[in-house]
């Protein structure tokens, strides 16, 4: 289980990250969590963008629930879930339902399913829980293409916290449209295996759960 | 004639002709308010014309004929009301009829295209006689509708379209033999116009000129030869049902009650290779109380144990929990709704596959009656112009998976958008070109690098007078821009410079 902090208006780079953390699996489905949000900036997620992103539009399952409560309820009934590869829970502002048991619930949930769990938190305050990684995600200047038009997504990963790990890691990352997968910028080689090779990072015997 | 003086063994049959029915289906679903309603016709393209395929009673009246034109028919009345005839909605709506038929003899068969047979031997004293039957059967179909009642199918058939008073079948035209036009013309011809005149011919001779057809069909409507007619048989509804001698009160007892209701209703539908997709139970309390609780799932399903799953949630939602007050006396359990469901090999590698996919399916089935299916959403792609009608939301459990049109990675599309756009405020450097700086939610954003614009236009096709100028609504110019901070967006300008004195621009998405 990972946690991704974000300013609000870095959203939509936050579930981007988020999405490209996630192993997904061949066909698996993505389970998208969301409170309903108030009219007036409430947001839809496009099935094109998800495309571009590389996750099957049609694996995506969102999921709009009224209150927190019914959002982790939701998210501990995917994580016990043996066909669901990655679920993302998006919420803004405290949380406060979401403490150190609830978290814990939701790692032993996914530890025994081997399922991702990403909780995307904008405008937050971290808090201890019992999350594997801590990252907060903002988004940065692209490299520019001609005519100075933006180019493709960068970001700025900063891990704030890992598990039985050394943090404090910054990385630049920049999506790579031929490999569908974000890239380190500071080694524009290519790098074998997830974003950043981080065991804890990879499902299966080496990390087993998140 | 009564039914009570029928003699033994023979059949008494009413054909039911419903010669409006589909012009007075369409009308239905328009309400149509009550007055001299203009003439009405279904029209149909027929290789490369439109003609009518149907009309109502005011249209044949004036003279216009299905199969004519619809130019033909617009020439000849200039106020003809069509709408596009539906032959699919004009079947189902005829199968309705066939069961609200059943209640007065369990043999209804479909006379295609526009007609019922009812054989009603041995059933007419339960409604007061044949009229009464025949008068009952009439409110009860609700259209316009022409009967015809013999001792054989096909005479009914034949007094229904055809005929006149009384149940004699001599002065019948031979049109109501129901041959095609050559043969008929033929008949015309050679001066038979009337079943009458050929039945007083000797039956080969007529064999050796009209054809064996003509002769059996002659022989049916005279009841020489047997009609039989194919009753549609009824789907007998799934239903259980538990009574007890003493009432129940505890809710465990009542949930073991209902499973082993599960367990038979699963039983007749694996007989019948199908599963249910509605699930409704009603408890009935010895005060005479009734508590209903109904589950609709995704997939067709016959496993009791997650049926049990999805109605455990689904008492768990209800606002007050299940009282059994003084106690239940009888469970009832009805699968109104079933599909086919078919047992399927396992693949090689022992169903994994299958079993994820089923393990999410009933995933969705619980989350859908926990939070309400509207909440359980799946995107679908649409296939629309504007960027933010290009797909839609539908309830999980009734998503069809359809293939997403390849994504344009020369056109990227925001990964959030928001819905409304949000306006803001934009200082632009030249009157057409991308923003310098804009403000938004309060703060001041800087541009630093821009990209567009991209027009799309409004969907003018669907508007009312949007092939003339001005009525086709304002096409956006969208930028691709991105801020100081790193921050990506996607902005719109409405309409063309120099068309509009203010200028509007919104803020529609967000780019990773």
Redesign the interface.
């Known amino acids: 289980m990972h946690e991704v902090h974000c300013a609000g208006e870095d959203r939509a780079t936050a579930l981007a990250f988020a999405l490209a953390m996630a192993d997904r699996g061949d066909g698996e489905a993505v389970f998208l969590l969301r409170a309903r949000e108030r009219q007036r900036n409430a947001s839809v997620i496009s099935g094109d963008a998800l495309a571009l992103l590389g996750v099957d539009p049609r694996l995506l399952t969102i999921v709009e629930t009224g209150g927190a409560v019914d959002m982790l309820r939701a998210g501990l009934d995917a994580a016990r879930c043996p066909g669901v590869a990655t679920i993302v829970i998006e919420s803004e502002g405290r949380f406060a339902d979401y403490d150190l048991t609830a978290s814990r619930r939701l790692v032993l949930a996914a530890e025994a399913s081997r399922t991702g769990i990403v909780i995307l938190r904008c405008d937050a305050e971290p808090r201890s829980s019992g999350a594997h990684t801590r990252w907060s995600v903002a988004s940065a200047p692209s490299v520019p293409m001609e005519a100075d038009a933006p180019g493709p997504p960068s970001l700025d990963a900063h891990l704030l916290r890992l598990r039985g790990g050394a943090a404090g890691g910054r990385w630049r990352l920049i999506w790579d449209g031929q490999d569908g997968r974000f890239r380190d910028a500071a080694r524009p080689e290519a790098v074998p295996g997830a974003v950043v090779s981080f065991p804890p990072l990879r499902k299966g015997a080496a990390g087993a759960g998140e | 004639m009564d039914g009570l003086e029928m003699q033994p063994g023979q059949r008494r049959c009413l054909a039911l002709w419903f010669p409006f029915l589909p012009c007075e289906r369409a009308q239905r679903e328009q309400a149509n308010e009550a007055g001299d309603a203009p003439p009405f016709a279904l029209v149909a393209r027929v290789g490369n014309a439109l003609r009518l395929a149907s009309l109502d009673r005011v249209a044949s009246q004036i003279g216009l004929v299905a199969g004519m034109t619809l130019a033909d028919a617009r020439a000849r009345c200039p106020d003809l009301v069509t709408r596009p005839a539906d032959p699919q909605a004009d079947e189902e709506e005829l199968h309705r009829l066939l069961e609200r038929m059943r209640r007065f003899t369990p043999m209804v068969s479909i006379d295609p295209p526009d007609g019922l047979i009812l054989d009603i031997s041995g059933c007419a004293h339960l409604f007061g006689g044949e009229t009464g039957l025949i008068a009952q059967a009439k409110a009860r179909a609700g259209y316009g509708c022409r009967h015809g009642l013999s001792s054989t199918a096909m005479a009914a058939r034949a007094l229904a379209r055809h005929g006149g008073k009384g149940e004699d079948v001599a002065p019948l035209p031979v049109a109501a033999l129901d041959l095609d036009e050559g043969a008929l013309a033929a008949l015309r011809r050679a001066g038979l116009r009337t079943i009458g005149d050929l039945a007083r011919r000797p039956r080969s001779m007529i064999a050796a000129r009209f054809g064996e057809r003509t002769v059996l069909r002659l022989r049916q409507i005279l009841g020489e030869a047997a009609s039989p007619i194919a009753p549609a048989r009824a789907v007998d509804p799934i239903r259980c049902e538990a009574r007890f001698p003493e009432p129940i009160a505890r809710t465990d007892d009542v949930m073991e009650v209902i499973e082993g209701l599960l367990q038979e209703a699963a039983r007749r539908m694996e007989a019948r290779h199908e599963g249910g997709r509605r699930f409704h139970i009603l408890l009935l309390r010895s005060d005479g109380a009734r508590q209903e609780l109904g589950i609709e799932t995704g997939h067709p399903v016959r496993d009791p144990a997650s049926v049990m799953r999805l109605l455990r949630e689904r008492i768990d939602t209800l606002a007050d929990p299940l009282d059994p007050g003084f106690g239940f006396d009888a469970v009832r359990l009805a699968v109104p709704w079933t599909e086919a469901l078919v047992e399927r090999q396992r693949s090689w590698d022992g169903g994994a596959?299958e079993?994820?996919?089923?393990?999410?399916a009933?995933?969705?089935d619980?989350?859908g009656v926990?939070?309400g299916p509207e909440?359980?959403?799946?995107?679908v792609?649409c296939d629309r112009h504007l960027?933010?009608r290009?797909?839609r939301?539908v309830p999980?459990a009734q998503a069809l998976?359809?293939?997403?049109p390849e994504?344009?990675?020369d056109l990227?599309?925001?990964?959030?958008?928001?819905?409304p756009p949000?306006g803001v405020d934009v200082i632009a450097g030249v009157p057409d070109g991308p923003p310098l700086r804009f403000r938004w939610r309060g703060r001041l954003h800087e541009v630093?690098?821009?990209?567009g614009p991209e027009r799309i236009a409004a969907e003018w096709w669907r508007r009312r007078e949007g092939h003339q100028p001005g009525g086709a609504g304002r096409a956006r110019d969208y930028y691709?821009?991105?801020d100081?901070?790193?921050?990506?967006y996607w902005m719109f300008r409405y309409g063309l410079y120099g068309d509009e004195a203010q200028i509007d621009w919104y803020l529609h998405?967000?780019?990773?």
Do not use: C, H, N, T
Request: no cysteine; hydrophobic share 45%; proline share 10%.
């Open positions: 596959e079993a994820r996919q089923e393990e999410v009933a995933l969705i619980r989350l926990r939070l909440r359980v959403l799946r995107l792609p960027p933010e290009a797909q939301m999980a998976p359809s293939a997403w994504a344009q990675a990227p599309r925001p990964l959030l958008f928001f819905d949000q630093k690098l821009a990209e691709r821009i991105e100081s901070d790193g921050r990506r998405g967000l780019f990773p």
